[in-house]
């Protein structure tokens, strides 16, 4: 049989390619680095350690009971 996935994997952003965000407090940019097998960005404020995380891509289906 023949194996039909693709071998190519899902491209890694970089993080210039990353959307960039503002603080909600002190509104200097935030620092941004992927976390979580890169399916999140998460940001931190240089100066005031605000932080917060943002999903890359579609929310996966609520597993069903």
């Known amino acids: 049989?023949?194996?039909?996935?693709?071998?190519?994997?899902?491209?890694?952003?970089?993080?210039?390619?990353?959307p960039d965000r503002l603080c909600?407090?002190?509104?200097?940019?935030?620092?941004?680095?992927?976390?979580?097998g890169n399916q999140f960005v998460h940001y931190t404020c240089p100066k005031c350690v605000f932080q917060h995380t943002t999903r890359l891509g579609p929310k996966p289906p609520s597993p069903t009971h």
């Open 1 to 18: 049989m023949a194996n039909v996935t693709s071998s190519e994997p899902n491209p890694i952003p970089l993080p210039a390619d990353l």
């Open 24 to 36: 909600t407090w002190c509104r200097l940019p935030m620092k941004k680095r992927l976390v979580g």
